[in-house]
């Protein structure tokens, strides 16, 4: 999924008919082994210095995505490429050389980073496993300055510091290695509210003045946003709508998008009673998929094709796109 004026440049990141399956034990000795169906079918495409926001439930497969993205996890099936080369058949040197391309931000910003090291090595981490540069000092405490810590932070080790100033400094250590994308999951959740909005200023900061390209993968809407040009919204390992940020949180087209929004606590309606999208029942299992859309039985607009037939994305808009049949 790329906006329309950028639809030209080769993708950063790309994946196609990307899936994950994770097998379960047997139930019986000689019984048929179940499978979790984390990821199903996702195509996305990220352009040099673009952002794309995952958003949706917890389950929905989001940071399944983003280790896929990452190559901590093999896909069962689908390909993932950074800037045209298949993640799955680069190893050894052209790995080394590709991996220097990408880099992860992880939601604890204290569990990400080891206790026993100081700051500086966990900062040098990524060139130290990839490059071993001749100016190594240089490059961290460049990054640790635009960042917004000091290189006399070298030194010192993470429980000196806030929670804000540890995701200031595991974002330093992923740009250390100049990458083209950085993926986030969910990077600012386990932050206090202004703490939060200091990181996505530095993220946005960031992006412009080192040309990143973001993946961010949020439940909070806001959050995404903010940072995010592009939108895609997950649920059970699909993607059910895309497009860009303005107006699919202006004008959501999936019955599940517009339950999200409606989700979203707002300050101008928070003294009177508003509307909300109630969706009934669960989640389906991620063992069994059901048949038709996987959001049907809490749809409050479904219809019987909607149980038999599973709805491909399809263009409801300039640059928006859609998996529903009624949308």
């Keep these: 999924m790329m906006p329309p004026e950028e639809s030209l440049a080769a993708p950063v990141l790309r994946t196609t008919g990307l899936h994950r399956r994770y097998l379960l034990p047997r139930r019986a000795l000689f019984g ?14 990220i352009p040099e210095r673009g ?25 069962s ?4 490429e950074i800037r045209g080369q298949d993640l799955a058949q680069a190893s050894g040197p052209a790995l080394k050389l590709l991996r220097r391309a990408f880099q992860m931000v992880f939601q604890d910003p204290y569990g990400s980073l080891n206790p026993r090291h100081t700051v500086g090595r966990i900062v040098a981490e990524p060139i130290d496993a990839l490059e071993k540069p001749a100016d190594r000092r240089q490059r961290v405490e460049e990054v640790l300055r635009a960042v917004g810590m000091r290189p006399a932070d070298l030194d010192k080790y993470p429980h000196e510091f806030s929670g804000g100033q540890r995701q200031r400094i595991a974002i330093a250590r992923a740009l250390v290695t100049r990458p083209a994308l950085i993926v986030l999951d969910e990077p600012v959740s386990a932050l206090d509210v202004s703490v939060q909005a200091q990181v996505l200023n530095l993220l946005r900061d960031l992006q412009e003045q080192y040309g990143l390209a973001y993946m961010l993968i949020s439940h909070d809407l806001a959050v995404v946003d903010y940072v995010c040009r592009q939108v895609a919204v997950m649920y059970l390992g699909r993607i059910v709508e895309e497009g860009p940020a303005s ?28 509307r909300r999208a109630r969706l009934p029942g669960g989640v389906p299992s991620q063992t069994r998929l059901p ?37």
């Design 51 to 75: 952002s794309l926001g995952i958003v949706g439930e917890s389950g929905c497969g989001k940071s399944t995505l983003a280790r896929l993205a990452m190559g901590l996890e093999p896909p």
């Design 247 to 274: 107006l699919l949180f202006e004008r959501p087209a999936h019955p599940y998008t517009q339950a999200l929004r409606q989700a979203v606590p707002s300050a101008a309606v928070a003294n009177r009673r508003r």
């Design 291 to 327: 048949p038709g859309c996987a959001f049907a039985d809490r749809c409050p607009i479904a219809e019987a094709r909607c149980r038999v037939e599973v709805p491909r994305l399809r263009e409801i808009g300039p640059g928006q796109r859609a998996a529903c049949h009624l949308a």
């Design 77 to 80: 099936e689908g390909r993932v």
């Design 32 to 45: 048929p082994r179940d499978s979790v169906h984390a990821v199903n079918g996702v195509d996305i495409a």
